[in-house]
């Protein structure tokens, strides 16, 4: 048996509710998206089940400014009994990692105060693969008051030149402005006004903390892909306490990361590579990606919906089989289009034990800021009949 992946991104835009009934692929607008029997090539509704669908889209190569081509799902056709999967994957922002640093006091009869802090993120990964990166920062005691022990280790890690993570002095108590501060801080808030800093320093039982804020890998916005492209570009942090402080010293998670899914980056990078004419990233001429015409835009956010699905055929005495997967991406926000699409593919997957996801369509968040959880169904969740 012969086995295949074949793998497949489509792009809606401008909010449109899929083609109607009966339509051909060519009747498509730019942007549009729709469901077609394979038998008859006509577009199909939520209604009824078919044996064999796929699922086309209207573009614009060459940047014409209007459709002037049709692009299709993965594989020659969807076999409706060879269905594996139906995952709706909602925008979700990206999040850095905070971890604080609790609970210090200066101490006169220390001479060093020392932490650790690892790093991992891909880039890391693919520079040295498991082995530790890790930076120490050590803070010689000069007979520091607390606040002051605070602004020189924040002033040693914010000069580190490796640009995984920033430091900030955040309130262990209420401030107010009847106290005499420039406004009023909350437990826990960011303090940088350096009036307020200095009226810390000489106001005795008032302390800080310190939040460590991971950032992200810069993108390579450079030519047509970035071929030193990071999917996952955040950065996650491991503290450690070293030497110097007590015992009632912590480090504590205040924020857990969290990797964005669905920017625009991401899906041109899947367009590069899995609608590609050619094996190579690059040219095998000279060293640069090749062109494309990508559907996706650069810093939109987009909801996704993936298919899987195998493509049996029988074909010179052999048994093929290919695992395919269909991606369609639909703009935060243009629900006419994503749910529509949804409702008709719905009765296609239910049809075959799927549990339909136009309730977790429905219930999609258009805040881009906010993180959201992928919505796969499957056997063990919503069960498969």
Do not use: C
Not at 33 to 42: L, P, Q, R, Y
Not at 164 to 173: D, G, M, N, P, S
């Amino acid at each position: 048996m012969s086995r295949d992946n074949v793998k497949k991104v489509l792009v809606t835009s401008g909010n449109q509710a899929p083609i109607t009934v009966d339509s051909l692929p060519d009747d498509l607008a730019l942007g549009q998206a729709g469901v077609f029997d394979t038998s008859t090539n006509k577009a199909i509704d939520g209604t009824t089940a078919v044996k064999d669908f796929y699922v086309a889209v209207g573009v614009d190569n060459g940047g014409t400014g209007s459709v002037n081509d049709v692009e299709f799902s993965a594989g020659q056709l969807i076999q409706t009994n060879n269905l594996r999967g139906y995952t709706f994957r909602p925008h979700t922002a990206s999040r850095p990692h905070i971890v604080k640093l609790a609970g210090f006091i200066a101490d006169d009869e220390v001479y060093d105060y020392a932490i650790k802090l690892e790093f991992r993120n891909q880039k890391i990964a693919r520079l040295q693969g498991v082995n530790q990166f890790t930076q120490t920062y050590v803070i010689k005691n000069k007979k520091y008051d607390s606040v002051t022990l605070a602004q020189e280790i924040v002033d040693t890690v914010n000069a580190n030149e490796m640009g995984f993570i920033e430091a900030y002095l955040t309130v262990r108590q209420a401030l107010t402005v009847a106290d005499g501060y420039s406004k009023e801080y909350a437990v826990g808030d960011t303090i940088t006004d350096e009036d307020d800093i200095t009226k810390l320093k000489a106001t005795v039982d008032v302390y800080v903390d310190i939040d460590f804020v991971t950032k992200p890998i810069d993108p390579n916005k450079a030519l047509n892909v970035n071929i030193r492209f990071y999917n996952f570009r955040q950065t996650l942090v491991i503290p450690s306490i070293i030497e110097g402080f007590g015992f009632d010293t912590t480090f504590n998670t205040t924020q857990v990361i969290s990797q964005e899914e669905g920017d625009g980056n991401q899906l041109r990078q899947l367009e590069y590579h899995e609608n590609k004419a050619s094996p190579y990233i690059a040219s095998d001429v000279n060293p640069i990606p090749r062109q494309l015409d990508y559907n996706a835009v650069a810093g939109t956010k987009y909801d996704q919906l993936i298919l899987e699905y195998d493509q049996f055929s029988v074909a010179g005495w052999l048994e093929h089989l290919n695992n395919l997967q269909t991606t369609i991406g639909f703009p935060v926000g243009e629900g006419l289009a994503r749910n529509g699409l949804i409702t008709i593919l719905d009765a296609q997957f239910t049809s075959r034990g799927f549990h339909g996801l136009a309730d977790d369509s429905a219930a999609a968040i258009t805040d881009k800021t906010v993180v959201e959880k992928t919505k796969t169904k499957s056997e063990s969740e919503d069960g498969l009949q």
